[in-house]
């Protein structure tokens, strides 16, 4: 019944901007912790950045410079707004849902930074 959607993946070149959707339905969507992670082949999914339902967020520090994530609990939504895109930040982009201990995730959409 959980179900995330995300969108906005394709291919940039290096130090150029994308912006991430995440669409999000079953849930109370105020209520759950969102957060994007990304995964390249051979490597294990990473944690990226993460938005509570109080408002706090989390990035880790090889993005936290560069990226920014928000909210918009009206639309069931969260973003990511990546900018100065590297190759290394080329992965498929996962948006995850947590609430206690439920977790879900979505099937994920993939940037392709080019050098």
């Known amino acids: 019944q959980v179900h995330l959607a995300e969108s906005g993946g394709g291919l940039v070149q290096s130090g150029g901007s994308l912006r991430l959707s995440c669409a999000a339905s079953?849930?109370?969507?105020?209520?759950?912790?969102m957060a994007w992670l990304r995964q390249s082949p051979g490597k294990e999914r990473e944690f990226v950045a993460r938005?509570?339902?109080?408002?706090?967020?989390d990035f880790s520090d090889s993005v936290k410079a560069r990226f920014t994530i928000s909210r918009d609990n009206a639309k069931k939504t969260v973003y990511l707004q990546m900018n100065n895109l590297k190759p290394e930040d080329t992965a498929v982009y996962y948006c995850?849902?947590?609430?206690?201990?439920?977790?879900?995730w979505g099937q994920g959409t993939q940037v392709t930074v080019s050098s």
């Open positions: 995850s849902a947590k609430f206690g201990r439920y977790e879900y």
């Open positions: 079953g849930l109370t969507f105020d209520l759950w912790d």
């Open positions: 938005a509570r339902e109080n408002g706090t967020t």
